[in-house]
Structure formats: C-alpha cells, structure tokens
Antibody
Framework: QVQLQESGPGLVKPSQTLSLTCTVS??????????WNWIRQPIGKGLEWIGR???????TYNPSLESRVTMSVDTSKNHVSLRLTSVTAADTAVYYC??????????WGQGTTVTVSS | DIQMTQSPSTLSASVGDRVTITCRAS??????LAWYQHKPGKAPQLLMY???TLESGVPSRFSGRGSGTEFTLTIDSVQPDDFATYYC??????????FGQGTKLEI
C-alpha cells in the first residue's frame, strides 16, 4: 500500500523559509512512474496546487508562487521536498503531498498544518 | 494560465436527490480533468479522471461528462456519505495545474 507522509515545522516566522518533506513508502520515486505534487489549503479556503516534480528534477510550479517555491527530490531517501521562501500569514495552510500517475492525484498524504506567525 | 471555474459554490440537497456540479476551463483542456471529494480533516479523494473515468472503488452513482472547456460531475441518489466539498482540477501535463474553487454539497 502506497503511503505519503508530510513532515516539517508546524510554525514558521514571517519572512522566513517554510521547508517540508514528503516521505514515500510502498512506491519508489526512482521508478519514474509518477510526478510528485504539493498542494495546500488555507483555512476556510479551497485547494491550491503548488507544483510538481519528476524524478529527473524537472519541475512545474504554480505561476502565482513560482518566485518563492523550490521543489527537490532525494531518491536515496525516497522523498520529495518543498521550500517556500519569504512566507507571510497568507501561507498558513494545510500542506499536502500527492502522487500523480498522469490521471489526477491518486494518493495523498494526510496533510500537515503550517502556521506562519511571530 | 488556464483558469477553472466551478458552479455552484454551494449546493443544497437531500438524500436521494440527483445533483450536478459544473466546471468550466478558460481554454480547452481536452479531457485532462479530474474530480475530487474532500471532507474536513481528511485528504482529498480522487473520484474521476479523464473527465469520465471512475477511479477504482468509487461508487457508480458518481459520473462525469465533458471535454474541451465544459465538464460536469453528477451524483445520482445522493447518500449521507456524499456531503462534502467537490473540486475539479485541470491536470494537463503540459501546463501548470489549477483547481476549481470548490462546490460544497450540504443538506
């Protein structure tokens, strides 16, 4: 059974960098069968796609976040990472990672809440 | 960028009703359209992909139609477990993705 688990600090100060990791179990990133995505949901709002990464390191980002987002992949640890710089309160959200077999997002992590506050 | 617009934003229904949610893309996305169900405190669940293909394990009362710019998700005979928020998503592999703003199905 494929499982994704997000991890990282639950509290980040304004202007600092948010860093999250998504650890994959039951599937191998290096197989190259999927893209790996980050999605977030601010409290009381809808889902927002952040971006996706392939095992090669190729990325596509949401244009509205592109200047602040970096995704990376570590095949030795079978995980993908998200960095979001210069955060503000508007970046407070539940952050999800999800697998994409080019037919939508079929497996999601449980999500992790990140609060931006001093 | 391709924008996705869902309607209505809120839908009131009773158990047994047939309901339809519409999703429009700002330009053609062929059939690169997925639907998700999202309940509070849980991860979203993929219901449908390629506009009309049911994900494994999803009840057959869910159906999808459309191509190009206009798509619909229909639930025949709404069940208590169906009350949730539904999102469409463009997953065209050649462009950034976008979710619709969501449709909350409530009693």
């Amino acid at each position: 059974q494929v499982q994704l688990q997000e991890s990282g600090p639950g509290l980040v100060k304004p202007s600092q960098t948010l860093s999250l990791t998504c650890t994959v179990s039951g599937d191998s990133i290096i197989n190259g069968n999927h893209h790996w995505n980050w999605i977030r949901q601010p409290i009381g709002k809808g889902l927002e796609w952040i971006g996706r990464i392939y095992v090669s390191g190729s990325t596509t980002y949401n244009p509205s976040l592109e200047s602040r987002v970096t995704m990376s992949v570590d095949t030795s640890k079978n995980h993908v990472s998200l960095r979001l710089t210069s955060v503000t309160a508007a970046d407070t959200a539940v952050y999800y990672c999800a697998r994409d077999p080019v037919r939508g997002l079929d497996v999601w992590g449980q999500g992790t809440t990140v609060t931006v506050s001093s | 960028d391709i924008q996705m617009t869902q309607s209505p934003s809120t839908l009131s229904a009773s158990v047994g009703d047939r309901v339809t949610i519409t999703c429009r893309a700002s330009q053609s996305i062929n059939r690169w359209l997925a639907w998700y169900q999202h309940k509070p405190g849980k991860a979203p669940q993929l219901l449908m992909y390629e506009a009309s293909t049911l994900e494994s394990g999803v009840p057959s009362r869910f159906s999808g139609r459309g191509s190009g710019t206009e798509f619909t998700l229909t639930i025949d005979s709404v069940q208590p477990d169906d009350f949730a928020t539904y999102y469409c998503q463009n997953y065209n592999p050649y462009s950034p993705w976008m979710f619709g703003q969501g449709t909350k199905l409530e009693i």
